[in-house]
């Protein structure tokens, strides 16, 4: 009698998955290639090579791209990405907007809309219709164009779990909703897979994927809106706790006796350092309720008098930035990060809030200066959690999950 060892052998599926992957993943990061130069760059032999790159050519994922002119002897037919046939949706949920992204499998842009979401949110049956009623705009659009959509993703500030449920979401006002399957529901049980996810987790993923960072393994992002937030990437992986609920750093007491945060205690760093409270110390006749009113136009003010050397206005980001230094001090100890990126609002701020930033940060983080920390404003901007939504199915993709033939 012999003991089961727990080691499973992959079957040939599963082989050809990661082949298929391992070529996808060559193609996207050095296209144009030739099928000899990806044998070479992989260690695969020449005629699994051209077995996989005939079926990725079959799902519309790589497509050739005439002869190679710079070769001696006959010339190599060259292979880029293709994707044509597909789409993915993001859809980013804020306190005081909607963003929808579509983006075919190359990142280039589809669609890009923005709605005003304050008079939903306070309500989770009207702010799921919202939701899913500009997502099935974006899901026509792309079927009028001849693409099928593979997956929505869509992000929300709070505490996500793995299933979808929005456990708790302070400044959306909601507590244990099904956004996932509420949305599944909403939309009919769609051909394509649905996802929700926290924001920040979904704007590291596109920070790291488009920005300027491809070779970071160690991010993390703040996020910068009515809440706060940290999606953060550690050895190169999504960091997402137990049950999908890491990142919560606005919630760290960083002034015991402060001001009051919505999640009940008190001296948060959102109370301290969120934008709400940024523009409550600059703009004292603005909405008494920020966390459900469209904040650009007050950001955009508070730009307005920094550019013009307003004494209150800079002294409110220069004070905003310690306190985020004194936050991210915190991820920057626990898991070294390479760079801190600014998003949401606190990007266009950025100017502003890095200088004192990255003082409280060199003063609190252990790690030595030298090769140490950077801090950046988003590359993205404003769009980094929705275009992170949409981009979650090519990392998908990229490690194996196909589609199985065009449409």
Known sequence: MTARTGVQTAD??????ANLAVVLRHVRGNAPCSRADIAAATG???ATVSNLVADLIDRRLLREDGPSGFRIGRPATMLALDGAPYATIGVEVGSDHLTALAVDLLGHRLLSWRRSFAEHVSSPGRAVAAIAALARRAAIRAARQGRQ??????????LVDNDGVVHRSPHLGWSDVDLRGRLVSALRGPAYSVVVDND????VLAEKRYGPYPEATNLAYLTGGAAIS?????DGRLLRGNRGFSGAIGHLQVRPGGPPCVCGRDGCLEALAGIPALIRRVLPDADTD????????????LIRRATAGDRPALDALAETGRWLGHGASTLTNLVNSEVVILGGYFAPLAPWLIPSLEVELAHRTAAPRAGGCRVAAATLGTDSTALGAAARVLDHIDSGQLPEHSP
Do not use: H, M, S
């Open 12 to 17: 040939f599926a599963d082989v050809k998955a």
């Open 200 to 203: 920040a987790n979904l704007a």
């Open 290 to 301: 920020l966390t459900a009113a469209d904040l650009a136009p007050d950001v955009q003010e």
């Open 44 to 46: 695969l032999n020449k």
């Open 149 to 158: 959509v593979l997956g929505l993703t869509v992000g929300v500030p709070g």
């Open 230 to 234: 940290a999606g953060v990437v550690a």
